[in-house]
């Protein structure tokens, strides 16, 4: 089952899925219209993601005394803009006093475009595409600070409907025998090195969440290992006791989960459309630029050493590191090894 924001272009039957409740429109969470199954589209009462959170209810209810193992992707769409467009209870959640700016963000300098982007977090492509009367206009004196007490609004919106899943999978019986996996595809910016958005290779933009619960899976624990969504098939498989392809990037973290090993944890690559792509350590992250689509550049535009350097402020890439050489060697490798589709 899949129940949720859907963003490939393949329909969610094509590549293996049973059921499917997915929205027509990826970014709004009023007058959302659905499509279930390939039938006609719907137009459900009240926000969309409490539709979506009732339907997982619906569909982990009907779990109960099944004997067949189910897989449920469960695609919540918050904190994604439009930030406006989500309950006032979220909204008003926090204000500008809550708002814990991070070094690399300079509230003195204006966000490029920065009038046209607020807007765009406010109301997405009813804004930018459709011009609707009320998403021209920001609220009075409105500036990043505002913004970022909306987003952690969201994200609260987020926690809550999570939560609202994991009591569900408890009174249904199922929480004791159900693998949960929590994460993102991306970040967001919001005005970190004057940046909004995501696709850059900086940490506000490429780091995400992965929370794991489930049969055998230690809790409450911190690992130090540095992962990637590419480790996540794998795990999955071998959790559920199959065995990954030989042919699948990525590696297992099903040993680490469960207690029994924590090795080294290898690096970490990450590809972006417009900026290149990275290799990131447990203390340093080493960037190239494409010199042409899918040919990268002669020379690393991006080295970060983390473990001092968190917030990235000093690229020493320029002149470049000497430490570096061991990062561009792998992320050249890597590049070298992977076949880029034109």
């Known amino acids: 089952m899949a129940i949720g924001k ?12 049973d059921h499917y409740v997915i929205p027509a429109n990826q970014h709004a969470y009023t007058a959302q219209r659905f499509c279930e199954d390939g039938g006609p589209v719907f137009s459900p009462d009240g926000f969309s993601v409490n539709y979506e959170r009732q339907r997982v209810e619906e569909f982990l209810n ?13 695609n919540i769409s918050p904190p994604h803009m439009p930030l406006a467009d989500a309950p006032e209870r979220y909204t008003r959640m926090y204000n500008r006093g809550d708002v814990v700016v991070r070094p690399n963000v300079d509230l003195s300098r204006p966000i490029e475009n920065q ?11 009813r804004y ?20 970022h007490a909306m987003y952690m ?37 919001l005005g970190s090195h004057g940046l909004m958005g995501k696709g850059s290779l900086n940490e506000e933009s490429i780091r995400v969440p992965m929370v794991f619960a489930g049969p055998g899976i230690k809790t409450a624990t911190v690992s130090q290992q540095i992962v990637g969504l590419v480790d996540l098939a794998p795990t999955l498989l071998e959790l559920a006791g199959a065995q990954a ?3 699948m990037q990525g590696r297992s973290l099903a040993a680490s989960l469960c207690g029994k090993e924590d090795g080294e944890s290898p690096p970490v690559f990450i ?23 899918r040919h990268l550049g002669s020379r690393p535009h991006q ?21 570096a050489d061991r990062l561009e060697k792998l992320l050249r490798d890597y590049d070298k090894n992977t076949p880029w589709l034109s």
């Not at 859907?6 to 899925?17: L, N, Q, R, S």
């Not at 009907?62 to 469960?74: I, K, T, V």
């Open 6 to 17: 859907w963003h490939i272009e393949a329909w969610p039957d094509k590549i293996g899925f």
């Open 62 to 74: 009907a779990q109960q005394g099944e004997e067949q193992p189910f897989f449920l992707y469960y």
């Open 115 to 125: 009038h046209k982007r607020f807007l765009t977090y406010l109301w997405d492509y």
């Open 128 to 147: 930018y595409r459709d011009h609707l009367p009320y998403t021209e206009n920001l609220p009075d004196e409105f500036d990043l600070l505002d913004l």
């Open 153 to 189: 609004g969201l994200t609260s919106w987020v926690d809550d409907m999570l939560g609202a899943v994991m009591a569900e999978l408890t009174r249904c019986g199922l929480a004791e025998e159900t693998i949960v996996v929590f994460t993102s595809d991306h970040g967001d910016n």
């Open 245 to 247: 392809p030989a042919h």
């Open 271 to 293: 590809e972006t459309e417009a900026h290149g792509i990275a290799v990131r350590t447990l203390d340093s992250l080493l960037a190239l630029p494409w010199a042409t689509p």
């Open 303 to 323: 080295f970060y050493q983390l473990k001092g350097d968190p917030y990235e402020l000093q690229n020493r890439s320029e002149p470049l590191a000497p430490e």
